[in-house]
């Protein structure tokens, strides 16, 4: 039996999403687990998706980055599916489709896993170097703090005899923003 997964990151990204499932069904995959969901966050539809395969079954993904967020990740799936009797099919490596049923496509996709996961740590470090850049010339500041734009207010609500809780939800901050408030002594301004 073929089972599909995909994976997009963000709810924004439906074009994605919709585009790999219409390729794992043309591959024509019996059963697709499908999520919006960050690769660092818990993956619900890959849990059930490993767990819902059998011995002789195969998983269909359309990239490898898709399915793991690491070479080490990728690997380690591969070999558990691979100890559990169980392909794993990756359909977009570079036009050729990969199934680690063979030794020669088990071999492809440890090289390009590798070398995806090193395209992935120059892209960080270019960005970490543009926002270096950014700062030293005083164009990058960062998010802007909600909370402490809002702390004179939230003090004063609170000193009214209102409750954390609906002040937090009247000011849409966290219930903790708001404690984390009343604890900090007030900054006197001249």
């Known amino acids: 039996m073929l089972i599909g997964y995909a994976r997009t990151s ?8 919709a585009a790999q499932e219409r390729d794992l069904r043309a591959a024509g995959v019996d059963k697709l687990f499908s999520e919006q969901v960050s690769s660092v966050a818990e ?5 059930a998706c490993l767990a819902f395969l059998r011995e002789g079954d195969a ?9 793991a967020r690491s070479t080490a ?4 799936i591969e070999a ?22 063979n030794p020669t496509s088990k071999l492809m996709l440890t090289i ?10 120059i892209m960080l ?5 543009g926002i270096a850049k950014a700062k030293a010339e005083g ?4 998010r802007k703090p909600t909370v402490a734009n809002q702390a004179a207010e939230i003090r004063r609500r609170l000193a009214a005899g209102e409750k954390p809780t609906h002040v937090a939800r009247d000011l849409k901050v966290a219930r903790s923003s708001v404690y984390r408030i009343i604890g900090q002594p007030e900054i006197a301004t001249a």
């Open 10 to 17: 963000t709810s924004d990204q439906k074009a994605g999403l």
């Open 80 to 101: 558990d599916l691979a100890r559990r009797g169980i392909g794993l099919v990756v359909l977009s490596m570079g036009g050729e489709k990969l199934d680690t049923r």
């Open 125 to 129: 470090e270019r960005q970490r170097e």
């Open 73 to 76: 990740e990728l690997l380690a």
């Open 112 to 121: 390009l896993a590798g070398v995806a996961t090193w395209e992935r740590e």
């Open 43 to 47: 993956r619900a539809a890959l849990t």
């Open 139 to 142: 164009k990058y500041r960062g």
């Open 59 to 67: 998983l269909v993904v359309t990239k490898p980055d898709r399915l």
